[in-house]
């Protein structure tokens, strides 16, 4: 019994001087670390950078996923909107023409456009002689503008996203452009910006040229990109219908969406279709069920059913067999405190740097863990502090960056050797109950 009382006390006296110590000198600084955390982690999700929505990864594959479905198409892509994760891919980077398809990256330039206040949506939309000569060619899919006719840049991409009408699309070109080679040019650099590094453009509509060409990947990293920075074009591609007025006869004819898929799938708004005898038939479609918004790019299908059938598929497998993770929002703070040891707060909890999403096989589950080592003051908002990992069993599946979500600057000298005796004193009482 007096051994347990002698062992007893020291573990006393120590806890009680260091305590001391450490309120004495860091106990205001460290609730002031809980309150800033606290509020950082409360803080409005900043606005996704290009990279972030240009970037794509997979699970590793020695993780077991569903089996994917069988698809006909030449080239296949499905990924996850939210996150950039390819969920299945078949020949995704094979080079291909694209057909109508190209007019993805025409809206998207609209788009940008109309939020850089270059144009607006009220503008007029001259019908140019390059978009008369599409608009009288036989065979083309267009709406059969006339130079007489004043028609508004929201008209005119009511009828690049529901027509697929390749005189709008040369219009706007050369309303944009200045002309369509202008635009065209613009079309590429938009393309290396997104890193889509397997497409070039020669003309806005995908009418067929040898050095006009995409990927099923390329278009993947088009279609997120244009969908999360302006969901606003969903309120085009997903419209039934269009109507076209004939200045000429003054008739009004109305055109069904090429989209078949409208209207029939659950939660499909998009977005677009393509055909020419070198791509075959393509869809570039997008659909949200649940608050999951998935991307199915389908190229080189043999019929127009085809099409479409490979991409109910492919939506039915990711919407079925995975199920999305928001693991940590943006922002968010982590459990584990990093340590700070020359800081006037003496730790500091990360932040999601952005969001934690995955998409996992149902039913399978994981956990983060924090990967962090001391840091040293002074420590910037924003600054890098460690990394997060989801782990799959014992398999890393994702890393992203935790960020301070505070500024920590460096104690001054007296705190800092206040903390070394503390810590001193500490290292002297457990040496010295060691040895008792």
Request: aromatic letters at 6%.
């Amino acid at each position: 019994m007096q051994a347990g009382v002698t062992n007893f006390q020291p573990k006393r006296i120590r806890a009680a001087w260091s305590i001391a110590l450490a309120i004495t000198v860091l106990g205001a600084p460290t609730a002031y670390a809980a309150s800033s955390a606290a509020n950082a982690s409360a803080a409005t999700p900043s606005t996704l950078s290009t990279q972030a929505l240009t970037s794509t990864f997979q699970l590793p594959g020695n993780l077991p996923v569903p089996k994917p479905p069988t698809v006909s198409a030449a080239s296949v892509v499905l990924m996850d909107a939210d996150n950039g994760q390819i969920l299945y891919e078949k020949n995704p980077n094979a080079r291909r023409a694209p057909a109508s398809t190209t007019k993805i990256m025409t809206m998207l330039l609209v788009m940008e456009a109309v939020a850089a206040h270059k144009v607006s949506w009220s503008d007029i939309v001259p019908v140019t002689p390059d978009a008369y000569k599409v608009a009288t060619e036989p065979g083309v899919s267009d709406a059969y503008l006339d130079p007489r006719e004043k028609l508004t840049l929201q008209q005119m991409m009511k009828y690049v996203a529901v027509l697929s009408a390749n005189d709008a699309t040369v219009a706007i070109a050369d309303f944009i452009g200045g002309d369509k080679q202008s635009f065209v040019q613009e079309m590429n650099q938009e393309a290396q910006k997104l890193g889509m590094t397997g497409t070039h453009y020669m003309n806005p509509d995908g009418l067929p040229n040898p050095n006009h060409y995409s990927t099923a990947h390329d278009l993947a990293i088009l279609t997120r990109y244009l969908v999360e920075k302006y969901p606003q074009i969903l309120q085009y591609t997903s419209r039934p219908t269009a109507t076209v007025q004939d200045i000429t006869t003054g008739k009004t004819h109305t055109w069904t969406n090429t989209d078949e898929m409208l209207g029939k799938y659950p939660g499909i708004d998009g977005l677009k279709t393509g055909f020419t005898s070198a791509a075959g038939y393509c869809f570039v479609g997008t659909a949200e069920q649940n608050g999951v918004r998935l991307i199915s790019v389908v190229l080189g299908s043999k019929s127009n059913a085809d099409r479409f059938a490979d991409t109910q598929k492919l939506f039915d497998y990711g919407f079925h067999q995975f199920t999305e993770d928001r693991v940590l929002r943006q922002g968010q703070a982590v459990p584990d405190a990093i340590s700070v040891p020359d800081g006037k707060l003496t730790e500091i909890q990360g932040s999601a740097q952005r969001d934690l999403i995955l998409d996992l096989p149902s039913g399978v589950n994981g956990k983060i863990q924090v990967k962090a080592s001391p840091v040293h003051a002074p420590v910037k908002t924003g600054e890098q502090v460690g990394e997060v990992n989801y782990v799959v069993g014992n398999q890393v599946v994702s890393t992203d960056p935790l960020v301070s979500p505070i500024d920590d600057g460096k104690a001054n000298i007296v705190t800092r050797l206040w903390r070394k005796a503390i810590h001193a004193v500490d290292q002297w009482f457990s040496h010295l109950l060691h040895h008792l």
